[in-house]
């Protein structure tokens, strides 16, 4: 007489007496495979077949496991995971060949970039205590076998009237809006502005339509408050912008200042010559077009006789949230361009990165989808989007950040100097990166 017992059933009898294992016992018996169905061998037979072999061979491996017979050895040596007792040799490697790791110069980068100056101290004629030197790469940005002579600097925004802006911008600047003397010296003191950017932007006939002489002496008051390199921007309007920067010109002069700027849609012959009487460099605006930039850089200089080391370009920046992509791709082709032998594009570039908040994912409070995900708190959203603006720009080679946010201004100083190595790189324990605090 014979007794049948499934598989399934000595493994529950062994869970059920919390067997751990077993020796001197010797399983005799024969494995009878009982599937249903009848016909040849068909694919559905077969698979059911291939089912019941594969339980079979499972719970069998659990008795051995249990008999204390090393099956997960034995599978992972017929799947070739382990070698064999045979066929394992002897440590071979007691220690790794040594090499040195260089890296080799690009050969094709061969131009630098033009050194531009911005600022006069006491020294060159002017009032201000430092100056600001943009340029001199012969590499990308951070190559640690190239040297880059000067880091990214700064400037910050004042406008000449209160305008409407992101709440958590203009949170920082309510006490000083209504005057721009003491809104850049609140952007050099309190936010640690390399320079400041005064936009004489109540000049638009559409706006105020401001006579440009009442602009002049806005600039005037903002350069004897802060004694850092300036920029003085109009309004935007090509017609009266020629005048506001030629007013403005004349009372900087001898301050080396910025003028934004010279641009394809207006007299940009008025504003190179304002910027070669007065002693000032000229930022070349194009919107993301390599070869616009091309042409508008060859004009300044053969057509105006703008010296090369007084033009600055702003390829335009499209931000974060609307074609960051693109204009990266347009700064990092000009800079490239620039290292190969460009001599029409090898100049700083600045980069409106406050742009960023012309993306309605930086200010709105919530997305207008119902459908969307949470954006969550705008407070902190906004100057992440002009961080990582002008993080990505910074790696397309850009030198000039003209930005708002303090926090952003902040984050994105701290970044880049540590990067070109004039900060040094505070120790960070991966083992907490969970709960690490930035």
């Not at 037979?45 to 069998?60: K, P, T």
């Not at 101290?121 to 002017?126: E, I, L, N, Q, V």
């Not at 001898?254 to 012959?269: F, I, K, P, T, V």
């Not at 370009?313 to 990266?328: E, I, K, V």
Request: glycine share 6%.
């Amino acid at each position: 007489m014979s007794n049948k017992i499934k598989l399934a059933d000595i493994n529950k009898l062994f869970k059920d007496l919390d067997v751990e294992s077993l020796e001197g016992v010797t399983i005799e018996g024969d494995i009878e495979l009982n599937i249903s169905g009848g016909g040849g061998l068909n694919p559905a037979l077969a698979y059911a077949l291939g089912h019941e072999a594969a339980q079979i061979s499972l719970h069998i491996a659990n008795i051995s496991r249990m008999l204390g017979y090393p099956v997960d050895q034995l599978f992972a040596e017929g799947l070739g995971l382990v070698p064999s007792p045979a066929t394992v040799a002897e440590p071979a490697i007691q220690n790794l060949i040594e090499s040195k790791f260089e890296v080799a110069k690009i050969a094709e980068w061969n131009t630098p970039i033009e050194e531009i100056t911005l600022g006069a101290t006491s020294a060159d004629g002017g009032s201000r205590k430092s100056t600001v030197t943009l340029g001199g790469e012969k590499a990308m940005p951070y190559y640690f076998d190239a040297e880059m002579p000067h880091r990214n600097y700064v400037t910050m925004d004042v406008f000449d009237i209160p305008i409407s802006m992101a709440k958590t911008v203009k949170s920082n600047y309510e006490d000083v809006m209504e005057d721009p003397a003491e809104w850049a010296k609140k952007v050099v003191k309190d936010f640690n502005a390399d320079m400041v950017t005064i936009h004489l932007i109540s000049t638009d006939p559409l706006i105020n339509d401001t006579p440009a002489r009442e602009a002049a002496k806005v600039v005037e008051d903002v350069l004897q408050a802060v004694d850092v390199p300036i920029v003085i921007g109009g309004s935007g309007n090509p017609q009266k912008d020629p005048e506001v920067l030629e007013r403005a010109a004349e009372v900087a002069e001898g301050e080396r200042a910025l003028l934004a700027s010279a641009s394809l849609n207006l007299d940009y012959e008025r504003v190179a010559k304002a910027a070669t009487d007065h002693g000032h460099a000229v930022l070349s605006w194009t919107q993301l077009e390599i070869n616009a930039q091309k042409e508008l850089n060859r004009k300044l200089m053969k057509q105006c006789n703008v010296p090369r080391d007084s033009i600055v370009m702003d390829p335009t920046t499209a931000a974060l949230g609307y074609g960051l992509d693109y204009a990266y791709s347009n700064m990092e082709r000009i800079r490239l361009s620039a290292l190969m032998g460009d001599t029409e594009l090898n100049f700083p570039m600045s980069s409106g990165t406050t742009n960023a908040w012309g993306a309605r994912e930086s200010w709105m409070k919530e997305s207008p989808l119902k459908e969307d995900s949470d954006w969550g708190p705008r407070e902190y959203r906004g100057p992440i989007w002009e961080i990582v603006t002008g993080l990505t720009l910074s790696l397309a080679g850009n030198d000039l950040f003209m930005m708002m946010h303090p926090t952003s201004v902040q984050v994105l100083k701290e970044i880049t100097q540590t990067l070109f190595g004039s900060i040094e790189s505070r120790p960070t324990d991966i083992n907490s990166w969970v709960t690490a605090e930035v």
